[in-house]
């Protein structure tokens, strides 16, 4: 497949133990390097395409991811890394584990793995790609770009 | 080897503390339990690699008295003591008044049952 | 006169893996407060004692924090079997204090990178990197995970690592140990370097001392403190000294971290040297009973694991100190007064660990 662009990427930890974490930014480094595809790793929210989240949401940090990714110009994709992401994993029966990043943002992509392996966020990556192609082209088609945002 | 918990008062803790201090403890964690009729909770002091253990036990929404003005870093601790637990703490420090820990449930691990009835 | 101003720093912050939140109080440029609030990833994992049972928790446990997943572990694994008696058998040690080093390793390189992309040499935090990946693949090939590893249980390891496999880490340690001197040369010797880390955070030994820090932050201020020297696992029969440094600053606790990065890999040669054979998993019966504190030495520092059981298969309670959270007083002793540009780098020196501050 062809990667017409070279996507940033924003990566916030909702609640993850850290694991996932240090994968993402694993990930970066020489050894699996996604780098060479263009991808940079920002800290900025207005400079990214793509949001990776690690670990489940809860109360406090539920505003924060809504408020990064209200902030990402269009279009954009998100990534769930990590089962806890994806649905809150191990902690989900936790008190102050609300479950997955889909519970307040719409997710694209999920990586599940405990922690994710910087091969399968790799492959995420890749598929979000295509994806945010896709947005693209619908924009450039005048379809507006949704974005939900479930109950407040 | 046994560990020994050593059962103290909840009113004779600062001068059990005290005496800690002059001998130059340092602290190394304050941890609450939630049991049966309350809480209790221990307090782990060290000197060079040696440790002691103090435990008191509180009733349900009696205070107990703070003892960062002796060791300093209690006020974290005590404060997440406040926060998770529910127990009121009197004179710490450096007081967040419940907003170290913000948890969409307030004191989680607090009596379930009393806490409704209030 | 100058105003009084307050920035909040993190939650999401560039310089930040992790998200936690600071009030800085700031006159002109200098901070004269700090004020922390946590919270952001509190999860609440303790009150996952009574949904699953002793057993279970062990993956609980390991899950505190993806870097310090092994002692986390270890230390709950050591408070339960000290509970119920259990006597672990000798290899079993000895494979346990080996991968301890390991996760010490990956985790004190890790911090270098991590402290070298906070000073803003991103060369340095890149080839920090590519040599820790090393020390994961030989995690990896002994367990099969990464950064979480479970195999760790009540009683031993759930699985043997082989003579072979250990006598092919010597190998892998000899290259990481001489690749690493390049960068440790390059984080002692440089002087751009040393202009980020020379007196910067300074604490003296009595201040340690009262702010109860523990682990390099200790020891970088010459307290020659080292919960592993109470002998838990293998480490009785192993020969090292502690490493401190007069310095008392940041550089101090990059030194020490540095150091015992090349004293891990001496313990590992020992270790691979003595382990004897034999099982490495003893039968466990029953469930436990009484409470038991259990202090080890965690990359970041000293950390306390209590237990309390009553004879039921679910605990009553379960209760980490991690080293964070006994160095974050100490944090905010060490920001009053600096200047806001070397705000991330005091916050990167006590190697924030908030996912185990916070559980």
Same mark, same amino acid.
């Given at each position: 497949?062809?990667?017409?662009?070279s996507?940033?990427?924003?990566?916030?930890?909702?609640?993850?133990?850290n694991?996932?974490?240090?994968?993402?930014l694993a990930?970066?480094?020489?050894r699996?390097d996604?780098?060479?595809?263009?991808i940079?790793?920002?800290?900025?929210p207005?400079?990214a395409?793509?949001?990776?989240?690690?670990?489940?949401?809860?109360?406090?940090?539920?505003q924060?991811?809504r408020q990064?990714?209200?902030?990402?110009?269009?279009?954009?994709?998100?990534?769930?890394?990590?089962?806890c992401a994806c649905?809150?994993?191990i902690f989900?029966?936790?008190y102050?584990?609300?479950?997955g990043?889909?519970?307040?943002i719409?997710?694209?992509?999920?990586?599940?793995?405990?922690?994710?392996?910087?091969?399968a966020?790799?492959?995420?990556?890749?598929?979000a790609?295509?994806?945010l192609?896709?947005?693209?082209?619908?924009?450039?088609?005048h379809?507006t770009?949704?974005v939900?945002?479930?109950?407040a | 080897m046994e560990q020994e918990?050593?059962?103290v008062s909840?009113?004779?803790?600062?001068?059990?503390v005290?005496?800690?201090e002059?001998e130059?403890?340092?602290?190394?964690q304050?941890?609450?339990?939630?049991?049966e009729?309350g809480y209790?909770i221990l307090?782990?002091f060290?000197?060079?690699?040696?440790?002691v253990?103090?435990k008191?036990?509180t009733?349900?929404?009696?205070?107990?008295?703070?003892i960062s003005?002796?060791?300093?870093?209690?006020w974290?601790y005590e404060?997440?003591i406040?926060?998770l637990?529910?127990?009121?703490?009197?004179?710490?420090t450096?007081?967040?008044?419940g907003g170290?820990?913000?948890?969409k449930?307030?004191?989680?691990?607090a009596?379930?049952?009393?806490?409704?009835g209030? | 006169?100058?105003?009084?101003?307050?920035?909040p720093?993190g939650p999401?912050h560039?310089?930040?893996?992790e998200p936690?939140?600071?009030?800085?109080?700031?006159?002109?440029e200098?901070?004269?407060?700090?004020?922390?609030?946590?919270?952001?990833?509190h999860r609440?994992l303790?009150?996952?004692?009574t949904k699953?049972?002793f057993?279970e928790?062990?993956?609980?446990a390991e899950r505190?924090c993806?870097i310090c997943?092994?002692?986390h572990? /270890?230390?709950?694994? @050591?408070?339960?079997?000290?509970?119920? +008696? !259990?006597?672990?058998?000798?290899r079993?040690n000895? %494979?346990?204090?080996?991968?301890f080093e390991?996760?010490?390793?990956?985790s004190?390189?890790?911090?270098?990178g991590?402290m070298?992309?906070?000073f803003g040499?991103?060369?340095?935090?890149?080839?920090?990197w590519?040599?820790r990946e090393?020390?994961l693949?030989?995690?990896?090939?002994?367990?099969g995970?990464r950064?979480? /590893?479970?195999?760790? @249980?009540?009683?031993?390891l759930?699985? +043997? !690592?082989?003579d072979?496999?250990?006598?092919s880490? %010597?190998?892998?340690l000899?290259?990481?140990?001489?690749e690493l001197?390049?960068?440790?040369?390059?984080?002692?010797?440089?002087s751009?370097?040393k202009?980020?880390?020379?007196?910067?955070?300074?604490?003296s030994a009595?201040q340690?001392?009262?702010?109860?820090?523990?682990?390099?932050f200790?020891?970088?201020?010459?307290v020659?403190?080292?919960?592993?020297?109470l002998?838990?696992?293998?480490?009785?029969?192993?020969?090292?000294?502690i490493?401190?440094?007069?310095?008392?600053?940041t550089?101090?606790?990059t030194?020490?971290?540095?150091?015992?990065?090349?004293?891990?890999i001496?313990?590992?040669?020992?270790a691979i040297e003595?382990?004897?054979?034999?099982?490495v998993?003893?039968?466990v019966k029953?469930?436990?009973?009484?409470e038991?504190?259990?202090?080890?030495?965690?990359?970041?520092g000293?950390?306390?694991?209590?237990?309390?059981?009553?004879?039921t298969k679910?605990?009553?309670?379960?209760r980490?100190r991690?080293p964070?959270?006994a160095n974050?007083?100490?944090?905010t002793?060490?920001?009053q007064g600096?200047?806001?540009?070397?705000?991330?780098?005091?916050?990167?020196?006590?190697?924030?660990c908030?996912s185990?501050?916070?559980?």
């Open positions: 497949m062809k990667i017409s662009r996507p940033w990427l924003l990566h916030y930890d909702a609640s993850s133990c694991g996932c974490d240090i994968e993402v990930s970066t480094t020489p699996f996604v780098e060479r595809f263009g940079i790793n920002t800290g900025n207005k400079h395409d793509i949001m990776v989240v690690t670990g489940g949401v809860n109360a406090q940090t539920k924060v991811v990064l990714y209200s902030q990402m110009p269009d279009p954009k994709v998100v990534i769930a890394a990590g089962i649905d809150g994993g989900k029966d936790c102050n584990i609300s479950g990043v889909d519970t307040v719409p997710v694209d992509v999920y990586v599940p793995g405990c922690a994710v392996r910087p091969e966020l790799i492959d995420g990556v890749v598929k790609l295509a994806i192609d896709e947005k693209r082209e619908a924009m450039k088609n379809a770009c949704e939900h945002f479930d109950k | 918990f050593r059962r909840r009113r004779t803790i600062l001068s059990e005290q005496s800690l002059e130059h403890y340092r602290l190394i304050i941890c609450a339990t939630t049991v009729d209790e307090y782990t060290g000197k060079g690699y040696d440790e253990q103090v008191i036990h009733d349900e929404g009696e205070h107990v008295q703070s003005r002796l060791f300093p870093p209690a974290l404060n997440e406040h926060d637990h529910g127990i009121a703490i009197d004179g710490i450096l007081d967040f008044r170290l820990y913000r948890t449930e307030k004191a989680p691990f009596h379930k049952e009393e806490k409704e209030k | 006169m100058s105003s009084r101003s307050v920035i720093f999401q560039p310089v930040l893996p936690i939140h600071l009030d800085l109080v700031l006159e002109d200098k901070v004269v407060e700090a004020v922390p609030s946590i919270g952001f990833v609440g303790e009150s996952l004692v699953k049972d057993k928790m062990v993956y609980v505190i993806g997943s092994f002692g572990g /270890f230390g709950y694994c @050591d408070a339960v079997e000290h509970i119920m +008696d !259990i006597e672990v058998t000798e079993a000895y %494979l346990r204090t080996i991968l390991m996760s010490r390793m990956h004190h390189i890790l911090w270098l991590l070298a992309d906070a040499f991103e060369s340095l935090f890149m080839d920090t590519r040599i090393k020390v693949d030989m995690l990896e090939a002994a367990t995970g950064v979480i /590893f479970s195999i760790l @249980d009540v009683g031993g759930r699985r +043997d !690592i082989p072979d496999m250990l006598k880490f %010597l190998p892998v000899d290259e990481i140990e001489k001197a390049i960068d440790v040369k390059a984080f002692l010797n440089d751009a370097v202009s980020r880390l020379c007196g910067v955070g300074f604490l009595e340690v001392e009262k702010l109860g820090c523990c682990g390099p200790l020891r970088g201020s010459g020659k403190r080292d919960s592993r020297k002998g838990y696992a293998a480490y009785d029969d192993i020969d090292f000294e490493i401190t440094s007069d310095d008392c600053d550089y101090g606790r030194f020490v971290r540095a150091q015992e990065i090349l004293q891990s001496s313990i590992i040669r020992q003595k382990v004897p054979a034999g099982e998993m003893v039968p029953g469930f436990p009973k009484g038991h504190m259990t202090r080890i030495e965690q990359p970041r000293e950390a306390c694991y209590y237990v309390k059981a009553n004879g679910f605990l009553e309670r379960m980490v991690t964070t959270f974050i007083p100490a944090l002793e060490t920001l600096c200047s806001l540009s070397d705000v991330p780098i005091l916050v990167v020196a006590i190697d924030p908030i185990c501050t916070e559980r």
